[in-house]
């Protein structure tokens, strides 16, 4: 495992505006451009993942709106006002057809985008994604407590602490607050509206190469969902990754980065 100073290398953050709305993105690594869309938990993290994928790519990592200590604009009601926004990102940060890999609420984000514009990415890397009506209702975090929510998305609660920043140890004031103000971010996306009930007949919009991610020990949404999904969309393949829960960007590192660099090579980035 890298230590944080090794994490942090060669990583600057800049400040975008979109439409008169400040964005802070992590820039990181050489190669064709991949867009990184954090989930509900992570927001302005470099991660183990995300140094493994910049020795390939130019990582971009944004934050969205309301998380990482951001303002939460009132134009936010739901993942598709999230999936404009990045739309005006990517065209603010000049990205032309870049792989775009959501995670959980990012892949979320990440299919609205490409139903709306197909035509954006050279590729798109669904991991865990919510966003798709579930089979079965899915367990409803915003009414666990931290630690009984934070075993729901790992299969190893251990590997949590990969989410802390770096340097810290253990969940300090800094950390709660921002946690509490993501966690307010992340229900104003999904607790009315935890999934896109009209995706399901939308998906065959999305004309792009799809690789949909999951990890095998996911209890919030298992391997079967990740199926469905690839099944409804009209260029998708699913890869599982052993050992991993609902974060396996985090808990599978290797895998992850592994799988995303596979997907890659098919695609003609940057063209």
């Not at 390939?56 to 999230?82: I, N, R």
């Not at 590997?159 to 921002?178: E, H, I, K, S």
């Not at 065959?204 to 949404?221: F, I, Q, S």
């Not at 599982?240 to 995303?260: K, R």
């Amino acid at each position: 495992m890298a230590s944080d100073r090794e994490l942090m290398t060669d990583v600057r953050v800049e400040r975008v505006d979109v439409r008169g709305y400040e964005v802070p993105v992590q820039v990181g690594g050489s190669g064709p451009p991949l867009l990184l869309l954090h989930g509900a938990g992570g927001a302005g993290l470099w991660t183990e993942a995300h140094r493994r994928l910049a020795d390939a790519f130019t990582v971009y990592a944004p934050v969205h709106p309301g998380f990482g200590g951001t303002e939460l604009p009132d134009w936010v009601e739901g993942a598709d006002d999230v999936a404009f926004h990045t739309v005006d990102l990517s065209d603010a940060l000049a990205l032309r057809r870049p792989l775009i890999v959501g995670l959980s609420l990012g892949g979320y984000i990440a299919t609205e985008l490409a139903v709306l514009r197909p035509d954006l990415p050279a590729g798109l890397v669904l991991v865990d994604a919510l966003g798709l009506r579930p089979d079965q209702p899915m367990p409803d975090l915003f009414i666990m407590e931290p630690l009984e929510a934070g075993s729901m998305l790992v299969a190893d609660p251990t590997n949590l602490a990969a989410l802390l920043p770096p340097g810290v140890q253990l969940p300090d004031t800094d950390f709660v607050v921002r946690q509490y103000q993501d966690q307010a971010a992340a229900a104003r996306l999904l607790w009315r509206r935890p999934y896109d009930p009209t995706l399901e007949r939308r998906l065959h919009h999305v004309t792009t190469p799809v690789l949909v991610l999951w990890g095998a020990e996911d209890r919030l949404l298992p391997p079967s969902h990740g199926e469905k999904l690839a099944a409804l969309l009209p260029n998708a393949r699913v890869e599982v990754i052993e050992g991993a829960g609902h974060l396996p960007s985090i808990e599978a590192p290797d895998a992850f980065v592994a799988a995303v660099r596979d997907f890659a090579a098919t695609l003609r980035l940057g063209a």
